[in-house]
């Protein structure tokens, strides 16, 4: 999916969080996208973790789009 965003629209800057920590400053990143992520994270508290973090990275009124399973 990264790999065709980046063809279809390589304005954007798009990339894959790959270990604890999102590594971008805090309040500097305008939107993110989780796609049927949360269903892949094990624990509650894993979950909690990540959204802890984008919590951080957001800007104001920053957007978190999420389309997961229930």
Same mark, same amino acid.
């Given at each position: !999916? =990264?790999?065709? +965003?980046?063809? #279809? @629209? %390589?304005? $954007?800057? $798009?990339?894959?969080?790959?270990?604890?920590?999102?590594? !971008? %400053?805090?309040?500097? =990143?305008?939107?993110? =996208? $989780? *796609?049927? $992520? /949360?269903? @892949?994270?094990?624990?509650?508290?894993? #979950?909690?973790?990540? /959204?802890?973090?984008?919590?951080?990275? /957001?800007? %104001?009124? +920053? =957007? /978190?789009?999420?389309?997961? *399973?229930?």
């Amino acid at each position: !999916m =990264i790999e065709r +965003g980046k063809q #279809q @629209c %390589p304005y $954007l800057d $798009l990339w894959i969080k790959e270990d604890d920590k999102i590594a !971008m %400053p805090d309040a500097s =990143i305008d939107a993110v =996208i $989780l *796609f049927v $992520l /949360l269903t @892949c994270i094990r624990t509650n508290e894993e #979950q909690k973790q990540l /959204l802890a973090e984008i919590k951080w990275v /957001l800007k %104001p009124r +920053g =957007i /978190l789009y999420v389309n997961d *399973f229930y």
